[in-house]
Nanobody, 121 residues
Framework: QVQLVESGGGLVQPGGSLRLSCAAS????????WDWYRQAPGKQREWVAS???????NYLDSVKGRFTISRDNAKNTMYLQMNSLKPDDTAVYYC???????????????WGQGTQVTVSS
């Protein structure tokens, strides 16, 4: 199994920056994609960014050019560098790790507990 723990959230002014961390433990060798999601009050959880085992990254259009997802294999940690933060970025941010099921299109997902990001002046 995989366990994920997020950290690095907090209160920041618009235009500021935060770096979120997701420390992973367990059977991380089986993970195919690593993702960041977020959920704001009154909204459903939305995907923000992903990085695959081969290094390919993808981003939600609204965060492109502002957010960067990365992994440090030596530390078993995934990061989300968030720059030029906007009030609309306010949400609980969750890290996610997914692995495929053999002979299936299904994915098994592991979630962290979430970390609060608040962008306000």
């Amino acid at each position: 199994q995989v366990q994920l723990v997020e950290s690095g959230g907090g209160l920041v002014q618009p235009g500021g920056s935060l770096r979120l961390s997701c420390a992973a433990s367990g059977s991380i060798f089986s993970i195919y994609t690593w993702d960041w999601y977020r959920q704001a009050p009154g909204k459903q959880r939305e995907w923000v960014a992903s990085i695959r085992s081969g290094g390919n990254t993808n981003y939600l259009d609204s965060v492109k050019g502002r957010f960067t997802i990365s992994r440090d294999n030596a530390k078993n940690t995934m990061y989300l560098q968030m720059n030029s933060l906007k009030p609309d970025d306010t949400a609980v941010y969750y890290c996610n790790a997914a692995r495929p099921v053999l002979n299936s299109a299904r994915m098994v997902n592991y979630w962290g507990q979430g970390t609060q990001v608040t962008v306000s002046s």
